[in-house]
């Protein structure tokens, strides 16, 4: 029985500037069911204000609290631990963390900083996390399929350079870290055992989330899906469909 | 039988701006006997003419012919195999790789790039690489002391970014790749296995050459050594001196 709904956003709602056939019919849908729903994303490269902008642009009809990002699960295990933020992000990031801490011990944060990974910047992390400052992780994606259509390094790749580097292991607070997916579920108040995660990342959204524990896993055909995705994971999806609302058609019935 | 002397440069002759002392005696003493002698560095950030320089600069007599480079190994690879280099390196480096072919395949050749490590040139190695381009690494060190004498990331941190994101992993051409300490052995005309090398890090330089085959690997307690590194490798090291003046007298006895 499924209580709760987990949604990837860019490749399930929409692609580039696109949204995707019947992807608001079946936002309308699940909301029309009263299944709450959390729309997960490891995208670190705009402010929860910008992408909620850009979704409504799109006419996608998304609540400001039902988005849950990985800056937003940084910042709630800043304030619990006591850290401030050294930040390596993306720039356009950098306003979801004005309400952290300044002062005090600081604990690296690493984002998809993009082309503001520079050496200067890494070595500067590299130093705070071999002087013993925490390592968090927002996502640690391989590639990402970049403006011009072609792969580029994600923020993995810089993940694994620091922790080269320093012999430190981050922590990761995106997709796929149980932690993520369980924060996720409590914010909606049901167990992750009674939620459904759809996504076109087979490995991150929807291995990642039935491994967390999700009580089902959903790939949509759409996106990054590449043609045989669902045989390369561990767990093997619940299910294989076209889209997001043939997803939600499934989850209703 | 030692037949051969393999010797690394910084730390073993000379520490910053300052031959070491007795550096200069031991080298003599080695071409008095008559033992040929390979200086074998996975310094990447300036090209052999310019280290010979500083070498001669610091009163040591090192002969051009002697000094075993990766780059050099680098140039013997493309080639020996057909490609021309896509080059990440410090541009200090670079007319080491002047006489390398420019037209046909692409081998990309990643060196201690430094604060020329930049998101675009590491996105274009890493397309060449996801493109199918041979991946070679002149070194892979996770840190090194810098100028400021804390401690900076080296390249093996950026050869683990773009493995990760390729999933191809580097041939490492520098120390401590068994076919570097082979290749500088075969080039005095000795098997690997009557040689000798002397270095100051217990890992890259004396377990990597033992571990590759070569007859002894003797540690000095200069440069880079830590009290008790010994006993952190294995293999354990033939034997631990002061410095090389001890080795060459342990050596030569």
């Not at 992780?137 to 590639?143: D, P």
Request: net charge negative; hydrophobic share 50%.
């Amino acid at each position: 029985m499924i209580k709760g709904v987990l949604i990837d956003l860019s490749g399930v709602l929409y692609v580039g500037d696109a949204a995707l056939p019947g992807a608001a019919e079946a936002l309308e849908r699940l909301e029309a069911a009263g299944l709450p729903v959390r729309f997960v994303t490891n995208t670190t490269r705009k402010t929860k204000a910008a992408l909620l902008a850009q979704l409504r642009g799109l006419g996608l009809p998304v609540a400001a609290e039902d988005v849950f990002t990985p800056a937003q699960a940084a910042c709630d295990w800043l304030a619990a631990e006591g850290y401030a933020p050294h930040l390596l992000v993306h720039p356009g990031l950098e306003p979801d963390f004005a309400d952290c801490a300044t002062e005090g011990p600081k604990a690296v944060v690493l984002g998809d900083a993009g082309e503001f990974f520079d050496y200067a910047r890494l070595n500067a992390a590299f130093r705070a996390i071999a002087g013993g400052a925490p390592f968090l992780a927002l996502a640690a994606n391989r590639v990402f399929k970049d403006a011009d259509g072609e792969l580029s390094m994600d923020a993995g790749a810089f993940v694994a350079a620091l922790e080269y580097a320093s012999g430190v292991k981050a922590e990761l607070l995106g997709k796929p870290a149980p932690a993520f997916f369980a924060a996720a579920a409590a914010s909606m108040g049901v167990e992750l055992a009674q939620v459904a995660m759809i996504g076109d990342d087979a490995e991150a959204d929807v291995a990642g989330a039935l491994a967390a524990g999700a009580g089902g896993g959903v790939l949509v055909r759409t996106g990054k899906y590449r043609e045989g995705d669902e045989t390369r994971v561990s767990p093997r999806p619940t299910a294989v469909v076209e889209d997001i609302a043939e997803a939600v058609e499934l989850i209703l019935r």
